[in-house]
Structure formats: C-alpha cells, structure tokens
C-alpha cells in the first residue's frame, strides 16, 4: 500500500461548490503539506501542518482551507470553487531531510 | 526568501545521449538541495539531495548533481539517458537547514528520442 493517499485522485465541479480532498499517510510523520501544481509553476504552497495543533499558511492559501483531523489526515477545502482552481494538487509528509509526495488530485472546476 | 530558478522549459535528448539540466538557487545560508521527477499521472519521487561534503551527489536511477557554491547551482546529469527517464524534473531549495520548508522551480520536462 501506498505510504501517502489522496482522495479522490479526479474530480471535476462547477463554479461555487464547496470540495474537499484528502489526504492520509501511514509512514507516522508529524508534517504534512499541500501543494497545487500548475503548469509552468512548479509546485506551490497552500497550507502546511507540523503537527496536530500547528497549522500554517503559505504562498497561496486565499480561497483554501485545511483540518488537521489526526496525525494520518490532512484535508484541503475549497469553500467556494472558482475555475482558476484547476490544478494538480499533491499532498506531501516529511522527516527532516526529505518530504513524501502522494499521487495527485486532478480538479477541474468548470 | 529562497527561490530556485530552472532556466529551461523543455529539453529533448536522443536515447543513450547525456544529460544535464539546470538549477539555480536563491538562499542566504547553506542550501539543502533536491532534485525530484515526476513521471506522467505520479507523484514525485526523490531523485537525490545534498546537505554537505562531498559536492558531487549520486542519486537514483543513475543520476548524479553538483553542487556549485560560486555559481549558485546544482546541475543534475546522467551520463546515458534511457527512454523511460522521460518525465517532469524539478530542483528545490530547502529553508532552515532541512526539508521541512521547500521552494520548488518551475520543472523542465524531458522528452527523450529513440
């Protein structure tokens, strides 16, 4: 099994629905990140998570939110979708010298 | 703020050519540096990374990077290159001394020709 899962793995909404993707991992790390992919961009940072009760922004948290339910789970919520929320969004774990990606979240908001 | 700068978009190789792809990086102190590749429809998978020592990284699937304190980068190469190491390749600096924080470049995809 995977270390690092991602629900669903596609998904495609409309304008203005609320969505969230998942994430769950099983290698016990207390860190744990989210990231959008788009083309031309690299991967940038939307949230991030050292433990339980530590939760922090980054470079592109407006229109995202994140829940920390369990040191294994670390949902990202888009509250309102808008179409420039397509992307790829990874999920990611680490220790001190290197972080762990999931597979991917493909979303498409029409 | 770190930053990490890979100057090329798109590179096309022959099958069994070498390889070299840029990265420039942005950090006040001493770096840590990744090298990453996602293959189509994966996430991405740890190709190498440099801490300190010895500045010449050897990593998986052949792949080595060097890392150039004067001239801010950390190129990665692979002497021979296969068909199935076409993929997307990103470099990424990590702040405070580890991987808890990473800033990523923009990644050059790899299209390799038979």
């Known amino acids: 099994d995977a270390d690092v899962t991602q629900t669903p793995r596609n998904r495609i909404t409309k304008t203005g629905k609320r969505i969230m993707l998942e994430c769950s991992q099983t290698?016990?790390?207390?860190?744990m990140y989210w990231y959008r992919q788009d083309p031309g961009l690299g991967l940038r940072l939307i949230y991030y998570?050292?433990?339980?009760?530590?939760?922090n922004k980054g470079e592109i948290s407006d229109g995202y939110s994140v829940s920390r339910q369990a040191q294994a789970k670390f949902s990202l919520s888009l509250e309102s979708a808008i179409p420039n929320q397509t992307a790829l969004y990874f999920c990611?774990?680490?220790?001190?010298?290197?972080?762990?990606f999931g597979p991917g979240t493909r979303l498409t908001v029409l | 703020a770190q930053s990490v700068t890979q100057p090329d978009i798109h590179i096309t190789v022959s099958e069994g050519a070498s390889l070299e792809l840029r990265c420039n990086y942005s950090?006040?102190?001493?770096?840590?540096l990744f090298w990453y590749v996602q293959s189509p429809g994966q996430g991405l998978q740890l190709l190498l990374k440099?801490?300190?020592?010895?500045?010449l990284v050897q990593g998986i699937k052949g792949f080595e990077a060097e890392f150039k304190r004067s001239q801010s980068s950390f190129n990665l190469r692979k002497p021979s290159v296969h068909w199935s190491d076409a993929a997307e390749y990103f470099c990424a600096v990590g702040a405070g001394g580890s991987a808890r924080q990473l800033t990523f470049g923009s990644g050059t995809q790899l299209t390799v020709l038979p």
């Open positions: 290698k016990g790390h207390d860190r």
């Open positions: 990611a774990t680490s220790v001190r010298d290197e972080q762990f």
């Open positions: 998570s050292f433990d339980v009760k530590d939760i």
């Open positions: 440099y801490f300190s020592g010895d500045t």
């Open positions: 950090y006040g102190a001493t770096p840590y």
